[in-house]
């Protein structure tokens, strides 16, 4: 499954809820891109290379790396992409690279092992995401994470536990948050539609308890697979 969302969505902390129920891993196309390039596989220093040039890595390239992930056999039973695809000719390229995987497994099955890629959105209204990002807050001492919104400290600024003065991450402010937005808009609307025009997609209200988003997920997942998915 894809888990859509924009920054501050909670997409992270669903991923880490749904990885410990169903026994899957998350695949990021980051985690990727940093341990082919730290093993110096071909696909690292490809990468490298680019990257150090200041580019973007290639499609192919991040398709290749994501190819060779989805052979282990911890991912078998099911993973939960992050960043990927992230683009629509990905989005496409992956379809064709699991309907291709799909077409050789033995018609003696009783089911595929190879599913379509499903996609849920987790949808946050702007102004709760803006406070999500711009009140968090993190202890240099214990790293407890505060947000001065929802979830601020006994004294301001001050960690309960150390004392320490709380800090904001540099990129955690309204102008960043703001330019990130549009990054994702623009790079998810496609992915979104792609999704929704073949019936995979489903949107999700991530402005409630985390276990509340999380059964919501489920409910879509069992929606979308038409089979049976834990409650």
Same mark, same amino acid.
């Given at each position: 499954?894809?888990?859509?969302?924009?920054?501050?969505?909670?997409?992270?902390?669903?991923?880490?809820?749904?990885?410990?129920?169903?026994?899957?891993?998350?695949?990021?196309?980051?985690?990727?891109?940093?341990?082919?390039?730290?093993?110096?596989?071909?696909?690292?220093?490809?990468?490298?290379?680019?990257?150090?040039?200041?580019?973007?890595?290639?499609?192919?390239?991040?398709?290749?790396?994501?190819?060779?992930?989805?052979?282990?056999?911890?991912a078998a039973r099911g993973y939960i992409l992050d960043g990927f695809p992230r683009t629509l000719p990905q989005a496409d390229w992956l379809d064709q690279h699991l309907a291709s995987a799909g077409s050789t497994q033995e018609a003696a099955l009783p089911v595929p092992l190879v599913?379509?890629?499903?996609? /849920?959105?987790?949808?946050?209204?702007?102004?709760?995401?803006?406070?999500?990002?711009?009140?968090?807050?993190?202890?240099?001492?214990?790293?407890?994470?505060?947000?001065?919104?929802?979830?601020?400290?006994?004294?301001?600024?001050?960690?309960? /536990?150390?004392?320490?003065?709380?800090?904001?991450?540099?990129?955690?402010?309204?102008?960043?948050?703001?330019?990130?937005?549009?990054?994702?808009?623009?790079?998810?609307?496609? /992915?979104?539609?792609?999704?929704?025009?073949?019936?995979?997609?489903?949107?999700?209200?991530?402005?409630?308890?985390?276990?509340?988003?999380?059964?919501?997920?489920?409910?879509?997942?069992?929606?979308?697979?038409?089979?049976?998915?834990?409650?």
């Amino acid at each position: 499954m894809l888990l859509l969302g924009a920054p501050g969505a909670g997409k992270g902390t669903q991923a880490q809820v749904l990885m410990a129920e169903f026994a899957i891993p998350q695949i990021s196309t980051g985690d990727l891109l940093r341990a082919n390039i730290a093993s110096g596989t071909e696909l690292g220093l490809k990468a490298k290379g680019l990257m150090s040039q200041g580019q973007f890595v290639d499609d192919e390239t991040v398709n290749s790396m994501v190819a060779e992930r989805l052979t282990h056999s911890d991912a078998a039973r099911g993973y939960i992409l992050d960043g990927f695809p992230r683009t629509l000719p990905q989005a496409d390229w992956l379809d064709q690279h699991l309907a291709s995987a799909g077409s050789t497994q033995e018609a003696a099955l009783p089911v595929p092992l190879v599913l379509p890629v499903i996609a /849920v959105s987790i949808n946050v209204a702007y102004d709760q995401l803006l406070q999500r990002i711009t009140g968090r807050r993190t202890c240099p001492a214990c790293n407890r994470s505060y947000n001065v919104y929802s979830q601020p400290p006994l004294k301001p600024g001050i960690c309960d /536990v150390e004392g320490a003065a709380l800090q904001q991450r540099p990129d955690d402010t309204e102008a960043v948050f703001a330019e990130r937005m549009k990054t994702f808009n623009a790079q998810t609307a496609p /992915v979104i539609d792609h999704y929704r025009r073949k019936g995979r997609f489903e949107e999700v209200d991530g402005d409630q308890p985390v276990e509340v988003v999380t059964a919501a997920i489920k409910a879509a997942l069992r929606r979308l697979r038409g089979q049976e998915v834990p409650a």
